[in-house]
């Protein structure tokens, strides 16, 4: 099953449509397993009240992105660190941990940011390359500050709460952003790359504020009702969609119903084909859990070595290997159910666990041979693929810098749901 699954996937024949073949050839082969195991599995892996918060989520993010926020966070980023060396540089990381914050979506930071900032930054005299790779690297932030569907995804699968994963993510995601502005720091001394001269006024500063305030009130929403327990996630993706429409509808005014109608068809397409992901592997996990592969996983890993630091060297090797040639969603569905024991044997903290799996995953985003943030950068851009993941190697070292810390230092991970929750 293993093998026909990556030999489909060699011939370029889709992660899902890969894993489908692959289960479909472990049934072929005990024919005491009915076909009709295959809708059955399908139906039971996305028959889950939190599912419902993905669709919901990447709604509120493209209604809020219609609004204008992509622009006013650029704005509110420009007045806080545009008069610093590099200053569009750092303009474009800050923007992306707001706009992480929105939508919980990589590829949506990258070309609504990437569109906006890649051609000013080139315009200023920025290599087109670094421009890229800032903006893919960057963009990596989204998935892991909150709201985040890998988390969604990891909580649903591992039974951890979504609420408690959700803030156990937010240091490392804001630490990845600072450590990619210790990067442009250093780009921008060397190769003395412009800042804003202007200042901004008392007044224009008070109106881009209230400008970008409603669009950072929505992630504040979210986390803050799913911390104090006022709602659950999916209920807070519901009340995400509704604050969005009352953004787009009652206070900017700029969100018509061709807008709405456009955004909730293209919400439909990508939910769709994540929860097809999703049952795909579900079914393919679920043929992995019946051969007893995770206990066999776990138990050689350990006949390897006992040590939990280096048992989590060997699985973060593992991990970005898989990133590099898969999507995280996929990823995440596929190894949660194969990591959760070894992680129990080791004595990993859960939240530690989970958010460890994800950033390492997501990380892949941005990496050859096959980051979609890396490829829409390098296509916004006009630059070569190969010189785009040159150039964006440095802030990929501050990626597993945050991920060694994550890996290695519980508190990263679990401070804010212990000041919060007292557990």
Known sequence: MIASFFVFLSLGIPVVLSLLAGSLTYLAFNPDLSILLIPIKLFRATDAFVFLSVPLFVLAGKLMNLTGTTESLIEFSDMLVGRLRGGLAHVNILVSMFFGGCTGAAISDTTAVGSVLIPSMVKKGYPKDFSAAVTAASSTMGPIIPPSLAFILYGAISNVSIGDLFLAGIIPGILVGVFQMFVVFYYA???????????????????????VSWGLMLPVIIVGGIATGFCTPTEAAAIAVFYSLFVGLVVYRNLGLRQILSAMRDSAIESGAIMIIVAAAALFGWVLAMEQVPMKLAEAILDITSSPWQVLILVNLALLLLGMFMDYAPAVI???????????QIGLDPLQAGVMTCVNLIT?????PVGCCLFAASVISGE?????????????????????????????????????FGH
């Open 334 to 344: 596929l190894v949660t159910p194969i990591l959760i024991p070894l992680y129990i």
């Open 364 to 368: 892949g985003l941005a990496t050859p």
């Open 189 to 211: 001394k060397k190769y003395d790359f412009p800042k804003r001269e202007q200042r901004y006024t008392a007044r224009q500063a008070l109106k881009c504020f209230k400008e």
């Open 384 to 420: 070569a693929f190969e010189k785009v993941c040159w150039a964006i190697f440095p802030f990929i070292l501050m990626n597993l810098l945050v991920l060694a810390l994550v890996s290695y230092c519980p508190v990263v991970t679990t401070f804010i749901p212990k000041v919060i």
